[in-house]
């Protein structure tokens, strides 16, 4: 893929951790189980939302001066499966634009899409078993909009799940002691989050530089 479709599937992967971490909050309600994580889950729902805020910002930063349109910039970034990402045109003025950098940012923007990758399977349950027997149930007359990456989740539960079994304890267990591991996830977004803001900055100032040089000449 270039590194314009990488960076349309790494910012569409962020709702879908969202959708995951937010999942377990809601088993965890109907199970009488949200104290048990709650300080966990709300950290964890607080780096992504924030890494997927400092993942835009950089990618708009990026893109606005190869657009030159801050509303279709928008409307790209609305629509990170849309075909927005796959224009070739686009592609060549983001590497016109990195130039030499271009590579480094691929590098960069590749590792990141690694790590949502692994985030979104650590925060998926591992157990078919545990998903069927934590899973929200069906309201009546109602359906779930179902994402294939999050089919596992929605699978309904007929009998409650009684305190001290096994499985029930795995999904507190799971979550809690997960924490080392989706902090280390967290520090690796930060760290490519951090350099593709200052390759970003740096591509600001070396284009408001030509740009003052050319307006000298002119």
């Not at 805020?53 to 509303?71: A, F, R, S, W």
């Not at 990456?149 to 002691?177: D, H, W």
């Not at 930060?190 to 284009?207: A, D, G, T, V, W």
Request: net charge positive.
């Amino acid at each position: 893929m270039s590194g314009l479709e990488v960076a349309g599937v790494v910012l569409g992967a962020f709702p879908l951790l969202l959708s995951g971490i937010e999942h377990w909050r809601d088993v965890a309600k109907v199970r009488n189980l949200y104290w048990h994580i709650r300080k966990h889950h709300k950290k964890c729902q607080q780096d992504i939302e924030f890494h997927k805020v400092l993942y835009t910002k950089n990618l708009e930063e990026l893109l606005i001066p190869l657009v030159g349109n801050k509303d279709e910039v928008a409307r790209l970034v609305a629509d990170p499966g849309g075909q927005g990402w796959d224009d070739k045109a686009l592609q060549k003025l983001l590497e016109g634009r990195l130039n030499e950098s271009y590579e480094l940012y691929l590098s960069i923007i590749t590792d990141m899409n690694d790590v949502v990758k692994e985030f979104n399977r650590e925060i998926r349950f591992d157990k078919e078993s545990i998903q069927d027997g934590l899973s929200l149930p069906e309201q009546k007359g109602q359906r779930r909009n179902k994402s294939p990456s999050l089919q596992g989740f929605s699978r309904a539960s007929k009998i409650p799940v009684p305190r001290g079994n096994l499985e029930y304890e795995m999904f507190r267990m799971k979550f809690s002691l997960g924490e080392r591991k989706r902090n280390e996830l967290v520090d690796q977004l930060k760290e490519c989050n951090e350099r593709l803001e200052k390759l970003s900055l740096c591509m600001s100032r070396c284009y408001t530089r030509i740009h003052q040089a050319n307006l000298i000449d002119g």
